[in-house]
């Protein structure tokens, strides 16, 4: 019997769905925006480009290359990017974030000149009543602004990708007149933000239908619409996946979710729910290096990857309860290995390129021990199941190999 046969699926009875007849792009945001934490560090230019290439295995659509308006080691780590684009022939579309002004828009247009890589300017600008009120700034002044900018964008050979900053707190009035300009000037891709991390899934739903509906439908223009999201009310793929659902094209994310404050939507679990959605092209993607790419993102950064962070961190396969590993033993003994990954997991660690581990400790039972010392070819006599048995019980954690290894050794002496 199919393991798909023994799990009822309560994901697939729902009033909404995300069946689509175009696929879901991804954009990668981790050499930006994941960059403005303030606890990163900025990797070094040959450390990017091996992101890079892991986004490319990955089937990650699109990347932030950076911000070159920002400064000079901006400037060349982006143009390094882009030429490792052109000179590897790779499939990952680019863009450039850009404040609407003429100083951070033309870096880009040179960059292209100098590579021939297409690039799309990211322009953005504050959107909601409270920035403005902050700033000071009329409802003409952004408008103006961003026509100015746009045109000077396009004037260069650019395509534009414009960005209002916190769109989900800004007033629908505004919302309308933003886009509706940005189109006008002959924006064809617009990003929906959650800068602050305030929008609820429904939130999220309701704003980008709401753009679709009174803005890119009424355009006539064909509008590739985006959601960039934050992760301050843990809401990070919950909002992506609204967004999806309600007619977004594409979604923004970075590697295990660095970025300001807590952190952007996390790339990697976006990648892990479209394939276990069977979403397309993500449904047939091998994400087998998801692990090498979070790895790579943790230690160029030098943010660390939690043990019990979902899919790649260390306990995300692993168990030493007795009552679970006894479960995926007896699917073990099966010779099935995915009910092995399914019967205990709603992710089946084969599909990411990761197996279940068993490990033992104060709540393991016998059965952990035995299988534990058999996946070695160690010897496991009764005695020596014993003995690291009431090793494990007395402890206050999960035995380390060293621990386990001492029992059999004192054992068989």
């Known amino acids: 019997m199919k393991t798909s046969e023994l799990i009822y699926d309560w994901n697939q009875i729902s009033p909404e769905s995300l069946s689509r007849s175009r696929p879901v792009l991804l954009n990668d945001e981790s050499l930006r925006d994941g960059l403005q934490s303030p606890s990163v560090r900025d990797p070094s230019i040959e450390e990017k480009i091996h992101i890079l290439h ?3 295995a990955l089937g990650i659509n699109s990347l932030d290359l950076g911000l070159p308006g920002a400064g000079q080691r901006a400037a060349e780590h982006v143009e390094a990017l882009a030429r490792e684009i052109v000179q590897q022939k790779m499939r990952i579309r680019a863009n450039c974030a850009a404040r609407t002004h003429e100083n951070d828009i033309r870096p880009i247009a040179e960059i292209v000149q100098r590579t021939g890589l297409p690039i799309e300017a990211a322009t953005f600008i504050g959107s909601s009543p409270i920035r403005r009120y902050t700033e000071g700034w009329t409802d003409d002044f952004l408008l103006q602004t961003t026509e100015k900018a746009l045109k000077y964008a396009l004037s260069l ?3 534009v990708l414009y960005v209002t900053e916190d769109t989900s707190r800004c007033d629908p009035a505004m919302v309308k007149r933003l886009y509706s300009c940005a ?6 891709a617009i990003v929906i933000c959650d800068t602050a991390g305030h929008s609820t899934p429904a939130g999220a739903f309701a704003l980008v239908k709401f753009v679709l509906d009174e803005v890119v439908k009424p355009s006539g223009e064909k ?3 985006e959601w960039h999201g934050h992760c301050d009310r843990g809401f990070g793929v919950a909002n992506s996946i609204s967004a999806l659902m309600a007619g977004a094209d594409c979604v923004h994310a970075c590697a295990l979710g660095i970025g300001e404050r807590v952190g952007n939507t996390q790339m990697d679990l976006m990648l892990v729910n ?3 959605m069977g979403i397309p092209p993500w449904d047939l993607q091998d994400l087998t290096r998801l692990r090498e790419y979070c790895e790579a993102v943790s230690k160029a950064t030098g943010v660390p990857i939690p043990p019990n962070y979902p899919v790649v961190g260390e306990d995300a396969f692993r168990t030493a309860t007795g009552v679970h590993a006894s479960a995926v033993i007896k699917a073990y003994k099966k010779n099935d290995i995915e009910l092995a990954n399914a019967v205990y997991s709603g992710v089946p660690s084969h599909v990411f390129g990761m197996e279940q581990v068993i490990d033992v400790g104060p709540m393991s039972g016998k059965s952990n021990v035995t299988f534990w010392l058999e996946r070695r070819g160690l010897e496991c006599s009764d005695e020596i199941v014993e ?6 019980k007395a402890s206050d954690h999960t035995l380390s190999e060293a621990e386990i290894m001492e029992c059999v050794g004192t054992t068989k002496s």
């Open 157 to 159: 050979g650019l395509d």
């Open 54 to 56: 892991l986004m490319e």
């Open 274 to 276: 479209l394939k276990l």
């Open 223 to 225: 509008i590739r619409v």
């Open 387 to 392: 003995k690291i048995y009431r090793r494990a």
């Open 183 to 188: 189109i006008g000037c002959g924006a064809r």
